[in-house]
């Protein structure tokens, strides 16, 4: 298995553009989880997805953030308009059953940079 | 709030040593998870080891093995025969079921020295 996929590795943009992470979880894995990771805060989780319905989105840090699980096997998380402070690693996991219960699998992050 | 105190920020030590990093956690729930997850320089973040608060035995590794004292709510990680490949940050992240999440601590960077 390729384990979680997320592209792009690295993106830059400018100020106020549209950005779309992407993440493609594990086979069979039916829970789903996007953190964001920085030097100040650490990581946060953003929002968790079971069986493609997103079940706590409380962490997602305003209406500028949406994501999507469309099929068992992609989910997006887009930023719109994006702004210097959302420069941060952003991870997507995914794990067979509900977190706790079993490991979390990690993708390698996308490093995010907003100029 | 539930929370994750990890008091070492950064920790060194040679090749081949042994080192504790410490984690404790606030909880009022009996049964939980515990999890040690280990963030190389590649940034991929990769389990090290996980406990099961209902047991009482100290999960092990190969290297890797904890200190578990429910009473005191410490999850302590003991590496052995540290090798360079080690160096990394460490991060405790116990798992309650009334948050159905992870609970992330700040970590601690750890680093070998050949």
């Known amino acids: 298995d390729a384990g979680v996929i997320q592209s792009p590795r690295h993106e830059v943009t400018e100020m106020g553009q549209e950005v779309t992470l992407r993440c493609k979880p594990i086979s069979g894995h039916n829970s789903l989880f996007w953190y964001r990771q920085t030097m100040m805060r650490g990581l946060e989780l953003l929002i968790y997805f079971n069986n493609n319905v997103p079940i706590d989105d409380s962490g997602m840090p305003e209406d500028r953030f949406s994501a999507k699980m469309p099929n068992a096997s992609f989910s997006t998380l887009k930023i719109q308009p994006s702004e210097p402070r959302d420069s941060a690693v952003y991870f997507c996991?995914?794990?067979?059953?509900?977190?706790?219960?079993?490991?979390?699998?990690f993708g390698q992050g996308t490093r995010l940079t907003v100029v | 709030a539930q929370t994750v105190t990890q008091s070492q920020p950064e920790m060194s030590v040679q090749e081949a040593e042994t080192v504790t990093l410490s984690c404790t956690y606030d909880t009022s729930e009996n049964n939980y998870y515990l999890f040690w997850y280990k963030q190389p320089p590649s940034r991929q973040m990769i389990l090290v080891i996980r406990q099961e608060a209902y047991k009482q035995q100290n999960a092990t590794e190969n290297r890797f093995s904890v200190n578990f004292q429910k009473a005191a709510k410490s999850f302590s990680l003991k590496i052995s025969d540290s090798q360079l490949g080690d160096t990394a940050m460490y991060f405790c992240a116990p798992y309650m079921d009334s948050n159905y999440q992870l609970i992330w601590g700040a970590g601690t960077k750890l680093i070998i020295k050949p």
């Open positions: 996991a995914s794990s067979p059953t509900g977190q706790g219960k079993t490991e979390a699998f």
